[in-house]
């Protein structure tokens, strides 16, 4: 939650490798601006940057709120990591979204089609790194369709940054919660004939030589059933 220029974009193209660094894309969202600017089939879409999160929460003074909750928890006591979750969560849903953030968004979904069916990404600062991955924790909705509920999956997107599983996973892993943002990324849906996860090296000891058969199923975003 560190504070950022007010001139930062709030949109950028999905392919703007330059601009979608982590601090502005976070970690998915910087990884699909490489895999797009190298000219692999990603489906198009933008980036909602940092700096449209922590204008939601300066606009409406949640930042100390925010941290105040989060250092409440503590990662071997999972009641208190779900307690905190509760209260941010409390505190971000009834707040409205900044005019020029909401914009921002409209202009951009407008200009991928009429009514154009997306997924609503979350891409955190601290995810897809090489120490951590943060697989999961964070949410992405699917199958989303028109201004409105876009808007609503992007709000939904940032008030996951706060998760009990996203607060206990940074605790345990000691990362300062004053320091992580949320970017968000859309992008037009694919509808999926088949989808898996294929792993390229042991996820538990990293050895790249194991045959990976019968070795569980990794999650990267999750998706719950009845999110739209």
């Given at each position: 939650m560190t504070d950022q220029d007010d001139d930062d974009p709030l949109?950028?193209?999905?392919?703007?490798?330059?601009g979608a660094t982590l601090e502005r894309a976070g970690g998915k969202g910087a990884s699909l601006a490489r895999l797009a600017a190298a000219g692999l089939p990603v489906p198009p879409g933008f980036h909602l940057t940092t700096a449209a999160y922590h204008r939601f929460v300066a606009a409406h003074g949640l930042r100390e709120s925010v941290l105040q909750a989060a250092s409440t928890a503590a990662p071997d006591q999972p009641a208190t990591c779900e307690a905190a979750a509760r209260k941010i969560a409390d505190l971000m849903?009834?707040?409205?979204?900044?005019e020029e953030v909401a914009q921002a968004i409209?202009?951009?979904?407008?200009?991928?089609?009429?009514?154009?069916?997306?997924?609503?990404?979350?891409?955190?600062?601290?995810?897809?790194?090489?120490?951590?991955?943060f697989a999961g924790q964070q949410e992405t909705y699917l199958n989303i369709r028109g201004e409105a509920a876009v808007l609503e999956a992007v709000k939904r997107c940032w008030a996951s940054l706060w998760t009990a599983r996203a607060i206990g996973y940074r605790a345990r892993h000691g990362i300062d919660p004053a320091g992580v943002s949320l970017a968000v990324v859309v992008q037009e849906l694919v509808p999926a004939d088949a989808a898996g996860v294929m792993f390229t090296a042991d996820p538990l000891t990293g050895?790249?030589?194991?045959?990976?058969?019968?070795?569980?199923a990794g999650r990267g975003d999750r998706q719950r059933p009845g999110h739209a």
């Open positions: 949109v950028l193209p999905l392919d703007d490798i330059r849903a009834g707040q409205p979204m900044p409209s202009s951009a979904y407008a200009l991928m089609g009429e009514d154009v069916a997306v997924a609503v990404r979350s891409s955190a600062t601290a995810e897809d790194l090489p120490e951590m991955s050895d790249r030589n194991r045959d990976q058969r019968g070795v569980g």
